[in-house]
Nanobody, 127 residues
Framework: QVQLVESGGGLVQAGGSLRLSCTAS????????LAWFRQAPGKEREVVAG????????LYADSVKGRFTISRDNAKNTVYLQMNSLKPEDTAVYYC????????????????????WGQGTQVTVSS
């Protein structure tokens, strides 16, 4: 079992910044990758960014490239999402997800491969 706890969400004006954190505990040695997803009301959950837990592999949604940066601190079992130049359309609940399925060289864009999820943190960007 892997437990994920997100923090750092909140209310920010357009153009502002937030940093989300996701700390993993439990059987973290089995984690291959971590990703941030988001879900806005009435919309499907979508990947925002992902990172391999051991390799230098990252991915980003086209809508956040150049504005968001995903990083990790293995010693703290924590992954971060630095969000700059926030837009109202970034408003959503942001979820952290972990993949433990034995593919350390893959970072998945879809939700299905991720088998552990955090509770989510709300990000609201006002115009």
């Amino acid at each position: 079992q892997v437990q994920l706890v997100e923090s750092g969400g909140g209310l920010v004006q357009a153009g502002g910044s937030l940093r989300l954190s996701c700390t993993a505990s439990g059987r973290t040695f089995g984690v291959d990758g971590l990703a941030w997803f988001r879900q806005a009301p009435g919309k499907e959950r979508e990947v925002v960014a992902g990172i391999s837990w051991r390799l230098s592999i990252t991915l980003y949604a086209d809508s956040v490239k150049g504005r968001f940066t995903i990083s990790r601190d293995n010693a703290k079992n924590t992954v971060y999402l630095q969000m700059n130049s926030l837009k109202p359309e970034d408003t959503a609940v942001y979820y952290c997800a972990a993949d433990t399925n034995g593919s350390p060289a893959r970072v998945w864009r879809t939700a299905r491969p991720y088998d552990y999820w955090g509770q989510g943190t709300q990000v609201t960007v006002s115009s």
